[in-house]
């Protein structure tokens, strides 16, 4: 069994859990394979727009980071397959920011998961998982929930055809996660041919589909990030995919599985083992 996106105490808002905890935890689930993909430091000059700025880890805090999971990954060789990676951040107009730490960090990652969580409008950033309060904000500063899921589908499109670089990550961050607060902000327009699009262009340019527990444990979502229909798609048109708990606690790990598509779950630990 793999799950390929945990998080660790290096994440400002997570949980301080060690990484030991997160580590013998997996063993105990019965996961074989692991994947510590931590926020990667946000670029120098970028704002982050979250209250307490806690988006990422800081810049300082990488190298120790990466030296971590370094030694939990040779401590635990015996016992679990522990991989070495990030969750980057694509935010549109920083692009030439990001390919320069991934290419200063990128020979040192066993893998890497790019991921949207930021918008641009109108020269202004928001962050579109912080909270319903704020998303409400964003509803009103776009003028739509349509708005708002327009633009980060477009944005994740973006992110999948930028050209990043030799080390840009091959796996897609949860391809749905503007529909985190969908029960309080319904959006009337499913937007398929333009997720369908997106799972296109994922086929087209080799990427992988990062299938993540998270918003099935959400209140407001209740469902996995992106739900099991597109995953349905998403095989139909043979793309890799990657269990991730995005757990930001030990005990966030598992979180999601039975609610998910287990054909797709096998696939991926059959990849896994291969």
């Known amino acids: 069994m793999r799950d390929g996106h945990i998080h660790t105490p290096f994440c400002p808002h997570g949980s301080p859990d060690p990484l030991e905890q997160y580590v013998e935890r ?40 990466l030296a971590a999971v370094a030694d939990v990954k040779a401590r635990y060789r015996n016992d679990i397959t522990i991989r070495v990676g990030l969750e980057v951040d694509f935010i549109p107009g920083w692009e030439e920011e990001t390919v320069r730490l991934l290419d200063e960090v990128g020979p040192l990652l066993d893998e890497s998961i790019l991921s949207v969580h930021f918008l641009a409008h109108k020269g202004q950033y928001v962050c579109i998982d912080y909270s319903a309060d704020m998303f ?17 589908y477009e944005t994740v499109r973006q992110s999948i055809r930028t050209d990043m670089g030799r080390y840009k990550p091959k796996r897609i ?17 499913p937007m398929t041919d333009l997720v369908l699009a997106i799972l ?33 798609e998403a095989r139909r048109r ?10 930001h606690r030990a005990a966030d790990l598992h979180q999601g599985r039975d609610v998910m598509d287990h054909e797709a779950l096998s696939i991926d630990n059959r990849q896994a083992s291969s």
């Open 200 to 232: 296109d262009d994922i086929e087209q340019f080799g990427y992988e589909i990062d299938y993540n527990g998270a918003g099935a444990a959400k209140p407001l979502c209740l469902e996995p990030y992106p739900p099991n229909h597109l995953i349905t």
């Open 26 to 65: 997996a063993i105990v689930l019965g996961y074989t394979d692991i994947s510590f993909t931590e926020h990667a430091p946000l670029p120098e000059r970028f704002v982050d727009p979250t209250p307490d700025r806690d988006s990422a880890m800081e810049r300082r805090q990488l190298e120790r980071y």
């Open 173 to 189: 961050g949860h391809l749905t996660l503007v529909r985190k607060f969908w029960r309080r902000f319904p959006c009337p327009d």
């Open 136 to 152: 409400a904000d964003i509803v009103r500063l776009f003028g739509s929930v349509e708005h708002v899921h327009r633009t980060y």
């Open 238 to 247: 043979g793309i890799p995919i990657v269990y991730g708990s995005d757990a």
